[in-house]
């Protein structure tokens, strides 16, 4: 299933918010390493599961069965067309290598005293106003990078840089949006490792919420679940598509409802290409009730770690883990 769809849901991630990032990473690293065990494959990294963004590849465990792929320590050095490695291997007649550096970002068409970048890092605020314009004239839109797709969020910023142009919606002043420029920043040092990589990081659900604030578009989530509990609860328990942010105020959508509602059937059409009788209800009914259980224990967890922080040193999730497998839905 799209991870986009499984797991940017609300109530799931702010519940696990609340846990450890530590707990939260050992979770998250027995699970991946029962399907794949990156040690077997030599590719256990040094840092947590949680402290980078996450490469998503199926295919490579079995280009490493075929051969396809070897995996090699680093480079020691290179010697016409020839390559040491630390460990001592030499592989001759290499045609290419590729510097998998990652990227840098700049703004050499600005003057440095409008928008300046120094290690990849560009004091923006929430990734897009430049704080010391006279006037808000000048906006970058999709300079983020998102544990989640980036296309929703270019398109809610633009909104907002939208009806900041035109004057509908007023940014701070200077020193306020200093000061949110300076609490990202440590936020992202307390979790990331420290690279060039790591620096416009943000969260999909908790960004795009912020962002939607802005705006005044972001739902209304007790008047939902009041007023229609079946959108609501699709709303809150369900995936964070962009349709949410057109329910209520500008640029209200009449269809938004229908395609919330309807946004499963979507992903599932083309993997349907044969007709099966098969009960979709109770597999829904169990989802849900899964997902509150989970959202309640998490908080449970937090509270039991607050009060009993030596916990953390001796938790295994692993037996749990093992007993509840069997009952989780497949999707």
Same mark, same amino acid.
């Given at each position: 299933m799209p991870l986009d769809m499984v797991f940017s849901k609300r109530m799931s991630t702010k519940a696990l918010s609340l846990l450890p990032v530590s707990l939260l990473s050992r979770l998250g690293e027995n699970q991946l390493n029962r399907r794949f065990d990156h040690s077997l494959y030599s590719l256990k990294p040094k840092h947590r599961l949680f402290s980078q963004?996450?490469?998503? =590849?199926?295919?490579?465990?079995?280009?490493?069965?075929?051969?396809?792929?070897?995996?090699?320590? =680093?480079?020691?050095?290179?010697q016409g067309s020839s390559?040491?490695?630390?460990?001592?291997?030499?592989?001759?007649?290499?045609?290419?290598?590729?510097f998998a550096t990652g990227y840098s970002f700049s703004f050499p068409f600005l003057p440095p005293q409008v928008l300046a970048v120094s290690k990849n890092k560009a004091n923006l605020y929430k990734y897009m106003f430049p704080p010391g314009l006279e006037r808000p004239t000048l %906006?970058?839109?999709?300079?983020?990078?998102?544990?989640?797709?980036?296309?929703?969020?270019?398109?809610? *910023?633009?909104?907002? #840089?939208?009806?900041?142009?035109?004057?509908?919606?007023?940014?701070?002043p200077k020193d306020n949006m200093l000061k949110d420029i300076k609490k990202k920043e440590n936020s992202m040092a307390k979790r990331y490792v420290t690279t060039q990589r790591h620096t416009i990081q943000? =969260?999909?659900?908790?960004?795009?919420?912020?962002? %939607?604030? *802005?705006?005044?578009?972001?739902?209304n989530f007790l008047w939902l679940l009041l007023t229609e509990p079946s959108l609501g609860l699709r709303v809150l328990l369900g995936p964070c598509t962009p349709y949410q942010y057109r329910l209520t105020g500008p640029g209200q959508w009449g269809g938004a409802r229908q395609a919330i509602m309807t946004q499963w059937d979507r992903v599932a *059409?083309?993997?349907?290409?044969?007709?099966?009788?098969?009960?979709?209800?109770?597999?829904?009914?169990?989802?849900?009730?899964?997902?509150?259980?989970? %959202?309640?224990? #998490?908080?449970?967890?937090?509270?039991?770690? *607050?009060?009993?922080?030596?916990?953390?040193?001796d938790l295994d999730p692993s037996p749990l883990l093992d007993k509840i497998k069997p009952y989780l839905p497949l999707r």
């Open positions: 963004h996450p490469t998503v =590849n199926d295919e490579l465990p079995n280009r490493i069965l075929s051969g396809t792929v070897r995996i090699k320590p =680093n480079i020691r050095r290179l390559v040491e490695f630390d460990d001592g291997t030499v592989e001759d007649n290499i045609d290419l290598v590729v %906006a970058v839109i999709g300079l983020v990078q998102p544990l989640g797709a980036i296309m929703p969020i270019s398109e809610i *910023q633009a909104r907002w #840089a939208t009806r900041v142009f035109k004057g509908l919606n007023k940014l701070p943000v =969260n999909f659900i908790e960004y795009m919420d912020e962002i %939607a604030d *802005q705006v005044g578009v972001c739902p *059409q083309p993997l349907r290409t044969r007709p099966l009788e098969i009960s979709e209800s109770k597999q829904r009914y169990l989802t849900l009730a899964l997902t509150l259980g989970a %959202a309640t224990m #998490a908080l449970g967890c937090y509270q039991v770690m *607050q009060n009993h922080p030596s916990l953390l040193n």
